[in-house]
């Protein structure tokens, strides 16, 4: 099977990610539309999409599925880390309330304010990938976010998963493949 690993086109950087809701800007519109003409001159041969749930994920997939005539399934198990209380801050606002916490401070079974933790963010990462590798589809497409390409990276190449480092980077609207 091989899977091409998306992440999302840019969204607002002035803001806390994670599990917020905020739009693609224009750049990663764009950054989209590019990876769809990529994608097609490349004769990708994805038989489905699955995405997060996400907006920004949701409207990097929807573009793909336009440009590729691919059906796009949504998957809540491939959403970026549950941050809790900081999805969609300001980070003005987060730096202020929340000082010195980010994803690579927290402990293991530390959580976000009504979060989750690296743990349960990796459990429910490893569950969906998990199923998503006993489907039938040759070929696919997956729309997600950088945390969650970063721990199937790491399961891929059975190596150990820690918040404390990122190992994998995929920029917006871009992707990495996986033979699996």
Not at 8 to 34: E, F, M, Y
Request: proline content about 2%; aromatic content about 8%.
């Amino acid at each position: 099977m091989k899977i091409y690993l998306v992440r999302h086109g840019a969204d607002d950087n002035t803001v806390r990610g994670g599990w917020s809701n905020h739009p693609l800007t224009n750049k990663g519109i764009k950054q989209s539309l590019g990876l769809a003409e990529k994608l097609k001159a490349s004769k990708c041969n994805a038989e489905i999409i699955y995405s997060s749930d996400l907006l920004r994920a949701k409207q990097t997939a929807e573009i793909l599925a336009n440009h590729l005539n691919l059906e796009i399934a949504y998957n809540q198990g491939f959403r970026e880390v549950n941050n809790g209380d900081l999805a969609g801050m300001d980070n003005n606002l987060a730096n202020k309330l929340y000082p010195d916490l980010f994803w690579k401070n927290l402990k293991w079974e530390q959580q976000y304010p009504n979060g989750e933790s690296p743990k349960e963010f990796y459990e429910r990462v490893k569950t969906a990938w998990d199923n998503l590798i006993k489907t039938d589809n040759e070929s696919i497409i997956l729309v997600t976010h950088g945390g969650v390409i970063n721990v199937i990276m790491h399961i891929v190449n059975r190596e150990e998963y820690s918040n404390k480092k990122h190992s994998y980077k995929v920029g917006n609207a871009d992707y990495i493949e996986v033979n699996n």
